[in-house]
């Protein structure tokens, strides 16, 4: 079992920086791989960004590739993404999501992952 919970989420001006956190309990937290999703006002939620459970392979989506970084620390239970030069597109509820069974390779299928945050919002104004 694992539970998730987002941080970081906040109003910023186009072209600044944000950076989230999703803090996990449960024992195997460093076993499963992990992924942000973003949905904005209207539209279905979409994949963002994904690592693999030992933090050596990341995945990006083609709208952010370049200018966010997923990355995990197993030690403290925590994954971030780093999202840098932001977009008024960029704005989002932003989701952690745990992956359905350990291990495994990266994904951006939502249907790959079971275990979802509450969600953090990302407002980028222009």
């Known amino acids: 079992q694992v539970q998730l919970v987002e941080s970081g989420g906040g109003l910023v001006q186009a072209g600044g920086s944000l950076r989230l956190s999703c803090a996990a309990s449960g024992r195997t937290f460093s076993t499963y791989g992990m992924g942000w999703f973003r949905q904005a006002p209207g539209k279905e939620r979409e994949f963002v960004a994904a690592?693999?459970?030992?933090?050596?392979?990341?995945y990006y989506a083609d709208s952010v590739k370049g200018r966010f970084t997923i990355s995990r620390d197993n030690a403290k239970g925590t994954i971030y993404l780093q999202m840098d030069s932001l977009k008024p597109e960029d704005t989002a509820v932003y989701y952690c999501?745990?992956?359905?069974?350990?291990?495994?390779?990266?994904?951006?299928?939502?249907?790959?992952?079971?275990?979802w945050g509450q969600g953090t919002q990302v407002t980028v104004s222009s």
């Open positions: 690592i693999r459970w030992g933090g050596g392979s990341t």
């Open positions: 999501a745990a992956k359905r069974a350990p291990y495994g390779n990266t994904s951006f299928r939502e249907t790959d992952y079971y275990y």
